[in-house]
């Protein structure tokens, strides 16, 4: 999937928990895990050298130590590089003074890997195991993975909407 892809899908399946775990917007506030759980979903392509974050200056370093570790989709896309990579910005989470941020981090890290599940290639979901997980549904730059982020683009703001119309704007108010 592409980066676009990628950011649509984390913040519809962000949406989706927050609306049934409304207790989450207590603890980190939608908006603000919705940035975070769209960097989260970034994360997992620093292992490939087209990667959205892998081209930019910030994320470079990063993206070079991680190819030297792995080939695209191994580790990083997998619950073991989601445990790592959470536990790697729990630090900074605490000094930020907000420790509870890594929930929607590892949402949007595993929005990634759900979105990935649907490609042909699949995700390698319990590495270091090598089987891999995929639907098969949606080839990467495809017409199909066009009209699947133009459905979820749709699916999320008609989720806003009836967060807004049905549930008080739950999603975009604090506590």
Known sequence: MNHRTHIFFSLFFLAIIYEIFPILNSYVL???AGVIAV??????????PKGYLSTG????????AIRRTT????????????VIFTIAVFPIALVWG???????????????L??????????????????T???????????????FQKIILVALVGL????????????????
């Open 57 to 64: 200056r910030n994320w470079y370093l990063i993206h070079l």
């Open 98 to 112: 907000a420790p509870l941020n890594i929930i929607p981090f590892f949402i949007g890290y595993l929005s990634h």
């Open 30 to 32: 939608y908006m603000i």
């Open 160 to 175: 806003w909407l009836y967060d807004g119309l049905y549930n008080g704007g739950s999603l975009f108010r604090g506590p």
């Open 133 to 147: 997980y995929g639907l098969k549904l949606i080839r990467t730059g495809s017409k199909r993975e066009e009209y």
């Open 114 to 131: 759900v979105s990935d599940s649907l490609n042909p290639t699949g995700v390698n979901w319990f590495y270091p195991k090598k089987k």
């Open 39 to 48: 960097i989260a979903a970034l994360i997992p392509d620093l292992d490939h």
């Open 71 to 82: 080939t695209h989709r191994r580790w990083t896309h997998s619950l073991l590089g989601s």
